[in-house]
């Protein structure tokens, strides 16, 4: 991160006290200007959020510590599934605290490499990783009926709610039209100027992402799943409209956010609008590749499906001597002989008609 001037230190007794630059950029923010983004600064660029370091590190503690139960008691868990989701975390704090997300609080370009992040890659990440069904498997079940964590995790996956918000058609709307709706009002300006807002806008990224990814590609238990071509036709219809969203923005002649980004004047994005069409280009782009992971990901759970179905039917052939086979060839064989006897009932008919 670029080094920013800061004010004057000021000496109270033996301690130095380094006040913040008082900028339009730090009024408006609440950090200072990081300066002209380089080449390094994908790599340099730093300013750790505590509290999303802390999540991640609360997410990944339990996570390993459940693994380790289980393997303590003899049972097994995946090791790419652990993997997957060390790494999710680890993207999402890299796009919270490093180059995105120091950037993206004062460019709207930059802020559409975090959101596509946190919304589209950290969920490609997460939800293989399977943390419902690991918890149902480490959790102690309570004998005396009360309820207790695992009995929770298992209440709130059968629960009426989610049936509807985990709805495939449900969870793409909220995935899209929240993303509409929360760009073109005062949220978005809300969610760039204040802590809080900025803190409900991550969450809803990431929790809106993790439901779409979930509904298409998700293990772990919870209502009954679409078939896989019902959720290709909704993952490619989302992200058609994410991608118009996209055009749109490239488009765009009118600044989202006017009293935020309008009134920043780095010297770093001479035009905001043109950082705003570069957010469209990028809100249009990278969603390309997660939709590619999401259909073969989607394909491959369809022919795994396809090859259950037909090694269940090979044993249930094995065990009951291929019944269903014989009385399907059965069914076809009394048709025939329907049909044979009718041929002769009107042979019959057509000859005593002629006499």
């Known amino acids: 991160m670029a080094p920013t001037a800061l004010r004057p230190a000021a000496r109270r007794g033996r301690h130095v006290i380094v006040t913040p630059p008082d900028t339009v950029v730090y009024a408006l923010s609440g950090y200072p200007d990081p300066g002209a983004p380089t080449s390094s600064s994908w790599f340099t660029a730093w300013q750790t959020e505590w509290l999303w370091l802390t999540v991640a590190l609360v997410a990944c503690v339990v996570y390993v510590r459940w693994v380790l139960r289980l393997r303590r008691r003899g049972d097994s868990w995946s090791l790419l599934r652990t993997v997957s989701w060390v790494l999710g975390w680890a993207v999402f ?5 490093g180059a995105p997300g120091v950037y993206g609080r004062v460019s709207f370009s930059w802020h559409m490499i975090e959101h596509m992040t946190v919304a589209m890659v950290v969920p490609l990440l997460l939800v293989p990783a399977a943390p419902i069904t690991l918890a149902l498997r480490a959790l102690p079940a309570r004998r005396d009926r009360t309820l207790g964590p695992r009995e929770l995790v298992l209440a709130s996956v059968h629960a009426p709610y989610l049936r509807v918000v985990a709805n495939p058609a449900v969870a793409a709307a909220i995935f899209f039209f929240s993303l509409a709706i929360f760009y073109y009002s005062p949220l978005f300006g809300l969610s760039m100027s204040t802590h809080t807002g900025h ?37 490619f219809t989302t992200i058609s409209f994410h991608a118009f969203f996209g055009v749109i923005l490239t488009q765009s002649t009118t600044l989202l956010a006017p009293d935020f980004f309008g009134v920043l004047d780095l010297p770093w994005v001479p035009d905001p609008v043109a950082d705003q069409r570069t957010g469209g280009e990028i809100a249009w782009g990278v969603g390309e590749a997660p939709t590619l992971v999401l259909a073969v990901a989607v394909a491959v759970q369809w022919m795994r499906s396809d090859e259950r179905e037909s090694r269940r039917r090979d044993r249930s052939a094995e065990r009951d001597g291929d019944r269903e086979l014989e009385a399907y060839n059965a069914h076809l064989a009394s048709l025939g002989q329907g049909g044979a006897a009718s041929g002769a009932d009107r042979e019959q008919v057509r000859t005593t008609t002629e006499r």
């Open 93 to 97: 704090v890299y796009a919270t605290s």
């Open 199 to 235: 803190v409900l806008m991550m969450v809803h990224f990431l929790l809106s992402g993790y439901l779409f990814v979930w509904v298409l590609i998700g293990v772990d238990p919870g209502p009954t799943r679409w078939s896989p071509l019902a959720l290709l036709v909704i993952l």
